[in-house]
């Protein structure tokens, strides 16, 4: 899909050292906006249990799903094929938000809900054929602060930071092709989080 430039204004500092680009860029949404935002996605957004091939084995996640793009689509991961549905007013306004705060543009969003910081997703890269190669994944979180981890898959390089309520992580480039990432479970954190990925699918 046609690309715009990325930020009105200089970038915030690359995170990592090499092989790829993730800008921290804080909170983007006011704590009143974000906490309305959290509530919404919580009530409104179609959540669903997620169905995952792991080891062979079929599981079903505590985390609850749900998907969005500009028209149905099919989208393949861990073993399981979702369809999308067309965006509800709710994410089209957070499209946007995120769209005018990155200057990247996006047909599609993954949303996540964690009930607590018990439940995370463990080392992966966002690398799923129907995904542009190279696109821009922007990461917006709504809720409990938690930690984000990066590792390079060849040298184990990690890089760790909080990702606030409210606030935006990009990720592009060469980053799904050399780095992992995570969310850590951890006890410390009893707070849900709503995590919104925005993406660009392949065209075509």
């Given at each position: ?6 930020f ?6 690359n ?11 804080g ?5 009143r ?24 084995r079929?599981?079903?996640t505590r985390?609850?799903?749900?998907w ?15 369809r ?88 592009q480039?060469?980053?799904q ?8 479970k ?19």
């Amino acid at each position: 899909m046609e690309q715009e430039a990325l930020f009105d204004t200089p970038p915030p500092a690359n995170l990592l050292p090499h092989d790829g680009e993730a800008f921290y860029l804080g909170p983007v949404l006011t704590e009143r906006e974000a906490s309305a935002y959290f509530t919404r996605c919580v009530l409104e957004l179609d959540w669903a249990h997620e169905r995952v091939v792991m080891f062979g084995r079929d599981i079903i996640t505590r985390r609850k799903v749900a998907w969005y793009a500009d028209a149905p689509a099919t989208y393949t991961y861990s073993g399981q094929t979702k369809r999308a549905r067309v965006w509800p007013a709710l994410l089209q306004a957070l499209k946007e938000r995120v769209e005018r705060a990155s200057g990247a543009r996006f047909d599609s969003c993954l949303c996540n809900l964690y009930h607590s910081g018990e439940e995370g997703m463990g080392w992966h890269s966002d690398d799923e054929r129907e995904l542009a190669e190279q696109g821009i994944i922007a990461s917006l979180t709504l809720g409990g602060e938690r930690r984000f981890s990066f590792k390079h898959k060849a040298s184990g390089e990690r890089v760790s930071l909080l990702l606030e309520h409210g606030s935006l992580l990009i990720m592009q480039g060469a980053t799904q092709t050399h780095w992992w990432h995570s969310l850590p479970k951890t006890k410390k954190c009893t707070d849900a989080r709503v995590n919104l990925t925005f993406r660009q699918l392949r065209a075509g």
